[in-house]
Structure formats: C-alpha cells, structure tokens
C-alpha cells in the first residue's frame, strides 16, 4: 500500500542512521528532500539511487497537492530534512497532516534528532520538558520569553551561533541569572562542545568569542519557591 514515511537522518555523524531508515529509502519510489545537494551527500555515501524531488518551506505549500496526488496514483514517498527529524522545526508538519485528511498511511521512522541528546547530556532533569524550538527573532520574542520564564519544565531552545550570545543573556534577563543552563554545540561532530553553567556564567563565557556550529540550549524550569524552602 503506499505511504508517505518519514525518515529521520544523521544531525552530523553519517553513522547515526538506522538500518531501517536505510532500507525505506532505497525502496521509496520519491524521496522528499529539503535540499536536494545536502541529502545527496547521504545518500551516495550509503549507495541509494532513489530520486530526490525538492520538499522545503519555500514550496510546501505549492507541492503540497501534486505529492498527495504521487501517493494517491501508488507511490511510495519518504520524507528527509537537511538533518534530523522531519516536522522538529523543519518542513513536515504540513504533509502529514494533509496525508491524514486525505486517508493515507504515514509512518514515522524513529532516529536522530537534536533535542534528544542534548536535553539527555544536559544533567537537568528530563522527566518533563517543553520544547520551544527556534525562538521568534523579533515580533513576539518577548511574549514567548515571559511565557517560558514562569514554566517548571525544563526548557529545550534550538538557536543559530551568531544570536547564541543574545539569547543567553536575554534568558538571563527573563529567568534569572542563576538558572541553570547547559549549550550543547555541534553534536555528534568532531567539536561536541557541551557548555554548563548559570545563565549568567554561561554569557559571560560567550561574550567575547565567535561561537560557531548547530546549538541547542537547554534551561532548568523555575524552581518551585516552596518545595525548594523544603529542601
Ligand atoms: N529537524 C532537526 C531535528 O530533528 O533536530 C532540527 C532542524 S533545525 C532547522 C536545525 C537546528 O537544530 C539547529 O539550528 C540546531 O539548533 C539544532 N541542531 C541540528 N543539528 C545539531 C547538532 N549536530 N548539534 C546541535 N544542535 C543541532
């Protein structure tokens, strides 16, 4: 029966993709793929001749239909991102909500993603957490920032090098300087690089370098005042 699957792929090490993952798209009629150069890197290391058809924010909308239509005429469709999991703030979301309206079959590869082991590694407690993802750059930044400060899940923010420093001391501003906080760049890459601190220590140790590389930060949730008196 046709299906749309996602597939999730390596978020840096080639080696982090599962056999399964692999098999799907060797056998998928179409691979969907954010950018088709990046996912051919992947795809000629591991052998799968599999043709890619371009699937980005840029013309989701657009292809929306004619890759319903794929489906729905037999084929076998599989869905990649530049890294990760499809839909975890990447282009996804959409399709498979479509393909639920229209009655086909989805199945979600599990696999990398980056909030996994960055929130894992980060020694905070990942029993419950909220994931943020990308913060808004302006309209509606400070909205979201009040919000996440009053919230006692730890909180999981994806963010891009060159605003890390920002975002840090903004969180600083809105949760307190002495929440704890931990950066995780470039994971599973040759410079994994994993930052722990206060919120405050963490921005003073940024401040003066050119940071670069995939982060995610991960931030302790707003300590409950009367169980901490307990404590
Ligand atoms: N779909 C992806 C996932 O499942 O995690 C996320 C895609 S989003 C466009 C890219 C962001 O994910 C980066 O800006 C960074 O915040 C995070 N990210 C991706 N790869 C990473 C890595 N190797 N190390 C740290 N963060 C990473």
Same mark, same amino acid.
């Given at each position: 029966?046709?299906?749309?699957?996602?597939?999730?792929?390596?978020?840096?090490?080639?080696?982090?993709?599962?056999?399964?993952?692999?098999?799907?798209?060797?056998?998928?009629?179409?691979?969907?793929?954010?950018?088709?150069?990046?996912?051919?890197?992947?795809l000629?290391?591991?052998n799968i001749p599999t043709?890619?058809?371009?699937?980005?924010?840029?013309?989701?909308?657009?292809?929306?239909?004619?890759?319903?239509?794929?489906?729905?005429?037999?084929?076998?469709? @599989?869905? *990649?991102?530049?890294?990760?999991? #499809? !839909?975890?703030?990447?282009?996804?979301?959409? %399709? $498979?909500?479509?393909?639920?309206? @229209?009655? *086909?079959?989805?199945?979600?590869? #599990? !696999?990398?993603?980056?909030?996994?082991?960055? %929130? $894992?590694?980060?020694?905070?407690?990942?029993?419950?957490?909220?994931?943020?993802?990308?913060?808004?750059?302006?309209?509606?930044?400070?909205?979201?920032?009040?919000?996440?400060?009053?919230?006692?899940?730890?909180?999981?923010?994806?963010?891009?090098?060159?605003?890390?420093?920002?975002?840090?001391?903004?969180?600083?501003?809105?949760?307190?300087?002495?929440?704890?906080?931990?950066?995780?760049?470039?994971?599973?890459?040759?410079?994994?690089?994993?930052?722990?601190?206060?919120?405050?220590?963490?921005?003073?140790?940024?401040?003066?370098?050119?940071?670069?590389?995939?982060?995610?930060?991960?931030?302790?949730?707003?300590?409950?005042?009367?169980?901490?008196?307990?404590?």
């Amino acid at each position: 029966m046709p299906k749309l699957y996602i597939v999730p792929t390596p978020i840096g090490n080639l080696e982090d993709i599962t056999l399964r993952a692999l098999r799907i798209l060797k056998e998928a009629d179409v691979i969907l793929a954010e950018d088709t150069r990046t996912s051919s890197v992947l795809l000629k290391h591991y052998n799968i001749p599999t043709k890619l058809f371009a699937y980005h924010q840029f013309n989701e909308h657009k292809t929306l239909q004619t890759v319903i239509n794929k489906i729905q005429s037999g084929e076998t469709l @599989a869905l *990649i991102s530049d890294a990760g999991t #499809p !839909g975890i703030s990447d282009p996804g979301f959409l %399709l $498979v909500r479509e393909c639920v309206r @229209a009655g *086909i079959e989805v199945e979600c590869l #599990p !696999g990398p993603t980056a909030f996994v082991p960055a %929130l $894992v590694v980060s020694g905070i407690p990942c029993d419950t957490f909220f994931f943020e993802g990308f913060l808004p750059h302006k309209k509606g930044r400070q909205t979201r920032l009040t919000y996440l400060a009053q919230l006692d899940h730890t909180i999981v923010l994806y963010e891009s090098p060159h605003r890390v420093h920002k975002t840090i001391v903004q969180c600083a501003e809105f949760f307190g300087n002495e929440r704890n906080a931990v950066v995780v760049r470039e994971l599973t890459k040759i410079h994994e690089e994993i930052i722990r601190g206060t919120l405050h220590e963490i921005g003073l140790s940024l401040a003066d370098k050119t940071v670069k590389g995939e982060i995610v930060i991960i931030i302790e949730g707003k300590k409950d005042t009367k169980s901490a008196d307990e404590e």
